[in-house]
Antibody, heavy 120, light 110 residues
Framework: QVQLQESGPGLVKPSQTLSLTCSVSGGSISSGAYYWSWIRRPAGKGLEWIGRIYTSGRTKYNPSLNSRVTISVDTSKKQFSLRLTSVTASDAAVYYC????????????WGQGTLVTVSS | QSALTQPASVSGSPGQSITISCTGTSSDVGGYNYVFWYQQHPGKAPKLMIYDVTNRPSGVSNRFSGSKSGNTASLTISGLQAEDEADYFCSSYTSSTPVLFGGGTKLTVL
């Protein structure tokens, strides 16, 4: 059974960088069948897709966040990571990592989510 | 890129059927058979309920079904149960990004 687990600071100061890591267990992160995605849900709002990475390192980002987002992968550690720079209060959300089958948006396994608060 | 359009809320009584719509454009819902539906209970991660418009993952009740007509996809839940009360999100592959979510629909079981 594939499991994903997010980790990282729960509190980030405005203008600083949010960094989260997703650890994958129970399956291979290097399989060519999957992409690895980040999604967030601000309180009281809907889901927002942030971006994804393929095992080759190829990335695709939400255009609305493109200039501030970097997703990277470390296959040896079975982890992929999210960096979001210059955060503001609007970046406060529950952040989820998920597996995307075939890159079509088929998000079959999700992490439990981690709450990130933006405050000084 | 604007979110797909879903009703903010729907409600139904136990045993009834409800349908949640998800409206997009020919660049997303209407252009691809990659429409997905997720169920999210408070404090939990989203759970995939329907993939590729009409298909149910293993373990998902057959009370959940999906369909599409033109630029609008729909999720129907039959034989409504108390445990179905949750937020539901549609998503679609698009010509510009792999994933575009709907705004979400809160289902209340009366």
């Amino acid at each position: 059974q594939v499991q994903l687990q997010e980790s990282g600071p729960g509190l980030v100061k405005p203008s600083q960088t949010l960094s989260l890591t997703c650890s994958v267990s129970g399956g291979s992160i290097s399989s060519g069948a999957y992409y690895w995605s980040w999604i967030r849900r601000p309180a009281g709002k809907g889901l927002e897709w942030i971006g994804r990475i393929y095992t080759s390192g190829r990335t695709k980002y939400n255009p609305s966040l493109n200039s501030r987002v970097t997703i990277s992968v470390d296959t040896s550690k079975k982890q992929f990571s999210l960096r979001l720079t210059s955060v503001t209060a609007s970046d406060a959300a529950v952040y989820y990592c998920a597996r995307d089958v075939a890159g079509t948006g088929f998000l079959d396994y999700w992490g439990q989510g981690t709450l990130v608060t933006v405050s000084s | 890129q604007s979110a797909l359009t879903q009703p903010a809320s729907v409600s139904g009584s136990p045993g009834q059927s409800i349908t949640i719509s998800c409206t997009g454009t020919s660049s997303d819902v209407g252009g691809y058979n990659y429409v997905f539906w997720y169920q999210q209970h408070p404090g939990k991660a989203p759970k995939l309920m329907i993939y590729d418009v009409t298909n149910r993952p293993s373990g998902v009740s057959n009370r959940f079904s999906g369909s599409k007509s033109g630029n609008t996809a729909s999720l129907t839940i039959s034989g409504l149960q108390a445990e179905d009360e949750a937020d539901y999100f549609c998503s679609s592959y698009t010509s510009s990004t792999p994933v575009l979510f709907g705004g979400g629909t809160k289902l209340t079981v009366l």
